[in-house]
């Protein structure tokens, strides 16, 4: 895990940013999965198999993000609740910052979630940061993924793609 510092993303209002701890794999290997159930649901594997090899993918992603993004802010996102002194963990959202760009290493929140609101106002924060820095923001997207219309619709554009991943870039405005 990584050490805590300070965290340099702002969190939008009724939200809450932290950094992710041991304590929190079992949530965050969940929250993987329910991005990648519907996918590994066409698979002729029994319910069991299907589960562990999304454990196992979990297992290979987390080690990957810790490995190759050593600076990257691996941070929880939870929904504050009224009348208690915590925030409800409902999602994840990995950033890192280069001399040259931001980089959204992954975003995800649970289903129950998406479509919220909440995905697209931690994105604006993001974006408001790399305006204000003058760095684009940058992140790869499965070409599958349903929130690729909504990098679209903020304006990020594509700009490489392998085949599954599409690069893609948002550029702040000049001036």
């Not at 599958?144 to 690069?167: C, K, M």
């Amino acid at each position: 895990m990584t050490t805590p510092r300070p965290i340099k993303t702002d969190a939008p209002p009724g939200l809450h940013l932290r950094w992710i701890t041991d304590d929190d794999l079992p949530f965050l290997a969940e929250l993987y999965a329910s991005t990648r159930r519907e996918e590994v649901a066409r698979a002729p594997w029994s319910a069991q198999e299907k589960e562990d090899f999304l454990a196992w993918q979990f297992e290979a992603q987390h080690k990957h993000y810790q490995e190759h993004y050593p600076d990257c802010e691996f941070l929880v996102v939870g929904k504050e609740v009224l009348g208690k002194n915590a925030a409800e963990p409902i999602g994840r959202l990995y950033v890192d910052r280069w001399d040259e760009e931001i980089r959204l290493v992954d975003i995800a929140l649970l289903p129950e979630y998406r479509g919220s609101g909440h995905g697209s106002r931690l994105l604006q924060g993001i974006l408001a940061e790399g305006a204000e820095a003058g760095l684009p923001v940058s992140i790869h997207v499965e070409s599958e993924n349903p929130a690729l219309r909504l990098y679209e619709r903020l304006g990020f554009e594509h700009i490489d793609t392998n085949g599954v991943y599409h690069l893609m870039r948002w550029t702040p405005p000049a001036g």
